[in-house]
């Protein structure tokens, strides 16, 4: 197995997700055919963006190291970009943006570089304090508190944050440990993104009482609850398959992936409803775009790489 | 050789810049034209636009595309008026042509062969990212070759990755609107109000951020 970058649980796991695609992809097949007046162009353009995220994901997994940094790196500044595009910004803080969309390759060369100490600074402390600097140069003080919050919210969230699923593939001493950091970040991020199709399931089946009115109206206490306990029962499944943890931080980790995509999903949603847009974008078909699909991550990737590290590393 | 030049430059630099570091999104690419003679007409608020339009159109086509463009500002130095005339392709057009003189000819000769035009009716860039006043040469160009048909195109986002002035290109997703073709209906006063109407209505589709 030296030709992959992966041992073999990553890819046993990762033939199971594109064993559930296909199951996914008949499903809407033979629905369509069983009623053939019915449209189903909505739920066949999301099931193959899945085959898409899924593919390229896992290519950029399973190759090397490096090409999964520059694959993150590369979603987020997709995110930041989108971001950028989506909120009213100042023409004056042109070049304040391009140099926020900078600390993107210095933050994950520092991930290549595994120097942690500067990874969890860089954009906390270096970056918040340079852009205002840089803004105050350019002298426009019009909106200035806004347009400052607003920049570095984008990179703590869409860099910052999302970078730390880079991270766990360089975590020292993960490589000894069950699959590797590979195998922490395919947990997490199959656990988030089931965790948000479980939501729905749920929450379109059984969901009745809203449990979030004024951001999100479509989300029920059924679907929280019932996606969470889906997500639990998943992460003690596959924790033992792809990470170091025994079955009660399993478990616990899958409350943590659970409750949390939870909030980063509602968070991105007020962000949107402020905007007045329904989607963030239109780049993958059926589901909008970037922000639309790794709002939940923004909150479990940062959450999840503290609580492993914590507890193994 | 400067053929295959203008290609490799159409086929990874362009489409890097324009796919990879801005990215779009298009609503009905489909209207575009599919074959020449035919007009694309466009709101104008960065070099970049022409870029953009060139590239929403397969790469077979590109030796048939003609931005059309002021030969003042693009014929103004010999290395910009080289890249401008065999890289990028343009018509030169004057913008205070002499009397006597057709300043529509290079367009005229271009539409003869097939080609397709892009034309920014603004006349300039202008203020980034608000709408100008439409100039009539377009009319004029239209009322020749009344069969030809004229899309308009509202693009934006354009301005704000690269605006004139700035050397600096700042990543933005950029949208591009595709408006169903217009066709010569007699009079120009008629054809230029329908252009205007037909931008404007493509510009209220979207729901911009504010940028001042």
């Given at each position: 197995m030296n030709w992959l970058a992966v041992?073999?649980?990553?890819?046993?796991?990762?033939?199971?997700?594109?064993?559930?695609?296909?199951?996914?992809?008949?499903?809407?097949?033979?629905?369509?055919?069983?009623?053939?007046?019915?449209?189903?162009?909505?739920?066949?353009?999301?099931?193959?963006?899945?085959?898409?995220?899924?593919?390229?994901?896992?290519?950029?997994?399973?190759?090397?190291?490096?090409?999964?940094?520059?694959?993150?790196?590369?979603?987020?500044?997709?995110?930041?970009?989108?971001?950028?595009?989506?909120?009213?910004?100042?023409?004056?803080?042109?070049?304040?943006?391009?140099?926020?969309?900078?600390?993107?390759?210095?933050?994950?060369?520092?991930?290549?570089?595994?120097?942690?100490?500067?990874?969890?600074?860089?954009?906390?402390?270096?970056?918040?304090?340079?852009?205002?600097?840089?803004?105050?140069?350019?002298?426009?003080?019009?909106?200035?508190?806004?347009?400052?919050?607003?920049?570095?919210?984008?990179?703590?969230?869409?860099?910052?944050?999302?970078?730390?699923?880079?991270?766990?593939?360089?975590?020292?001493?993960?490589?000894?440990?069950?699959?590797?950091?590979?195998?922490?970040?395919?947990?997490?991020?199959?656990?988030?993104?089931?965790?948000?199709?479980?939501?729905?399931?749920?929450?379109?089946?059984?969901?009745?009482?809203?449990?979030?009115?004024?951001?999100?109206?479509?989300?029920?206490?059924?679907?929280?609850?019932?996606?969470?306990?889906?997500?639990?029962?998943?992460?003690?499944?596959?924790?033992?398959?792809?990470?170091?943890?025994?079955?009660?931080?399993?478990?616990?980790?899958?409350?943590?992936?659970?409750?949390?995509?939870?909030?980063?999903?509602?968070?991105?949603?007020?962000?949107?409803?402020?905007?007045?847009?329904?989607?963030?974008?239109?780049?993958?078909?059926?589901?909008?775009?970037?922000?639309?699909?790794?709002?939940?991550?923004?909150?479990?990737?940062?959450?999840?790489?503290?609580?492993?590290?914590?507890?193994?590393? | 050789m400067v053929r295959l030049l203008r290609f490799l430059f159409f086929a990874v630099l362009v489409r890097l810049v324009v796919l990879v570091v801005l990215g779009l999104n298009v609503r009905r690419r489909e209207w575009l034209p599919k074959a020449g003679p035919a007009l694309i007409a466009a709101n104008h608020n960065s070099h970049l636009d022409t870029l953009v339009l060139m590239s929403l159109l397969p790469l077979e086509m590109l030796p048939r595309l003609r931005p059309v463009a002021a030969m003042d500002y693009f014929l103004g130095n010999r290395l910009l008026a080289w890249f401008a005339l065999h890289i990028i392709g343009i018509i030169p057009l004057s913008r205070r042509p002499q009397r006597g003189s057709d300043p529509l000819a290079g367009c005229a000769e271009a539409l003869e062969r097939g080609d397709i035009l892009l034309l920014f009716p603004e006349g300039s860039r202008g203020e980034p990212e608000r709408l100008a006043r439409f100039k009539t040469g377009i009319a004029h160009l239209t009322e020749r070759f009344p069969q030809v048909p004229v899309t308009p195109v509202f693009l934006h986002g354009l301005g704000k990755a690269l605006p004139k002035g700035e050397g600096l290109l700042v990543p933005f997703f950029c949208d591009v609107f595709v408006g169903e073709a217009l066709h010569w209906e007699g009079d120009r006063a008629g054809f230029m109000a329908g252009l205007e109407r037909a931008t404007a209505r493509l510009a209220d589709e979207g729901r911009f951020p504010s940028w001042d």
């Open positions: 041992k073999l649980p990553v890819l046993v796991t990762l033939g199971g997700i594109f064993a559930v695609l296909l199951i996914a992809s008949l499903t809407v097949h033979l629905l369509q055919r069983r009623s053939p007046g019915k449209s189903y162009g909505e739920l066949r353009s999301r099931v193959r963006s899945w085959w898409v995220m899924v593919g390229v994901f896992s290519l950029a997994m399973v190759l090397n190291r490096n090409i999964s940094l520059v694959f993150f790196a590369f979603m987020s500044f997709l995110a930041l970009k989108e971001y950028f595009s989506l909120i009213p910004t100042r023409r004056a803080d042109r070049r304040v943006l391009f140099w926020a969309y900078l600390a993107i390759p210095l933050q994950y060369y520092w991930v290549a570089q595994a120097w942690y100490g500067m990874f969890i600074i860089f954009i906390p402390v270096y970056a918040f304090l340079f852009l205002p600097m840089r803004m105050v140069t350019i002298g426009e003080t019009r909106d200035f508190l806004k347009a400052a919050g607003t920049i570095h919210w984008g990179l703590m969230t869409l860099v910052f944050s999302l970078s730390h699923l880079a991270f766990l593939l360089v975590l020292p001493g993960a490589e000894d440990k069950a699959a590797g950091g590979p195998g922490l970040v395919l947990f997490l991020v199959l656990l988030t993104e089931s965790n948000d199709v479980a939501q729905y399931v749920w929450g379109k089946s059984l969901g009745r009482r809203k449990i979030i009115p004024k951001v999100s109206p479509n989300k029920t206490w059924a679907g929280f609850l019932g996606g969470v306990a889906t997500t639990t029962a998943l992460a003690v499944g596959l924790a033992p398959w792809l990470t170091p943890m025994d079955l009660e931080h399993a478990a616990m980790a899958g409350l943590l992936i659970g409750i949390s995509g939870f909030v980063g999903d509602v968070v991105v949603s007020a962000l949107k409803r402020d905007l007045g847009v329904k989607d963030s974008g239109a780049l993958i078909p059926g589901h909008g775009g970037v922000l639309d699909r790794i709002d939940s991550l923004t909150y479990t990737a940062p959450l999840f790489f503290h609580f492993i590290r914590y507890l193994y590393f | -």
